[in-house]
């Protein structure tokens, strides 16, 4: 559960995503950020120390609950159909794929990220990195509640990061499914000293396969995701918001990788991925899927994907087996 520091929000639904960014576009169009933020914004002289803006206000200590949430059969046939999982069935029926887990969780925790006093500006937020624990199999049809909570404000070397913690409980309590999302608020500066620590060089492994998305791969993720943030939509929408054209959603690149590792059903499994350059649609991706083992005898898997042409990577993760 989230803890004793958060005070609990219990919502009547899972939100609406559209609604959701749409309030973030009107709280940007109307210079609607919170009050002590404003003075560390690129382009805005900072306040004098001790003074009104002196520091980014305090994430909100709340989280924000949804309760019997239901996995939805043909929501969740739908989302699997576009990412490429197949079917996994169970003893008690089909096992809902963890990308569509996230996927269910995700518009929770994009109320807790739009919520008035959250301090930093949503559009145009980056997305850094996941890392999940998948500790019990989860029904097709299965009720669930759904917790989402921000932690972790702290300084990166291009702004500030935080990040957004999201929790999937069987109706008993019984925690099946969290999920830690890692975003980048750029320009905006908080207190302290970013972790500037190195990244590993890449070095492109031989390749499994390549994917190759079309200019409508973020609108048939969208459709299926919910996540209609135009970042993803079009080369206009994407512009509007100061990139080259639309990307990808990192969720689907890591959905579609967790998809082709060979994770046996019910197994309880640790999930990570890191984000690197954007996929620009339309592109192709080269990806590398390395398995430790196939069938019963899976330890984990480690994915890559990467640009064939520069050689930049796109995304690296891993996914483990846990064991206990």
Request: hydrophobic share 40%; proline share 9%; charged share 20%.
């Amino acid at each position: 559960m989230a803890g004793d520091r958060y005070e609990t929000v219990v919502l009547d639904e899972v939100p609406s995503l559209g609604g959701l960014y749409a309030r973030a576009a009107a709280a940007a169009a109307g210079g609607l950020l919170p009050r002590g933020l404003t003075g560390r914004l690129p382009g805005r002289r900072p306040a004098r120390p001790g003074g009104a803006g002196a520091a980014p206000g305090a994430l909100p200590a709340v989280a924000h609950v949804v309760e019997a949430v239901v996995v939805d059969a043909a929501g969740h046939e739908a989302f699997c159909r576009t990412v490429g999982a197949p079917p996994r069935e169970g003893p008690g029926g089909t096992q809902a794929f963890s990308g569509y887990l996230h996927a269910l969780a995700f518009p929770v925790a994009m109320s807790v990220l739009t919520r008035p006093d959250f301090p930093l500006p949503v559009l145009g937020m980056v997305h850094l990195a996941n890392e999940v624990e998948h500790r019990g199999a989860v029904t097709v049809g299965e009720d669930l509640t759904i917790t989402a909570s921000a932690e972790r404000l702290r300084p990166h070397r291009s702004g500030a990061q935080v990040d957004v913690v999201a929790r999937l409980a069987r109706a008993d309590g019984e925690p099946v499914w969290t999920g830690r999302s890692s975003y980048l608020a750029k320009g905006v500066h908080v207190p302290g000293t970013a972790d500037d620590a190195a990244r590993e060089e890449f070095v492109p492994p031989a390749p499994t396969g390549h994917w190759r998305l079309t200019a409508g791969t973020g609108r048939d993720y969208a459709a299926v995701s919910g996540d209609w943030n135009p970042i993803h939509l079009s080369g206009p929408t994407a512009r509007a918001l100061g990139l080259k054209g639309a990307i990808a959603h990192g969720m689907y690149s890591a959905s579609r990788a967790l998809a082709e590792v060979g994770v046996p059903p019910g197994t309880p499994f640790r999930w990570t991925v890191e984000f690197a350059a954007p996929v620009l649609l339309p592109g192709t991706v080269a990806v590398a899927i390395a398995d430790d083992g196939r069938g019963a005898g899976w330890r984990g898997s480690r994915c890559a994907g990467w640009d064939p042409r520069r050689r930049r990577p796109h995304f690296t993760g891993t996914v483990a087996r846990l064991d206990g």
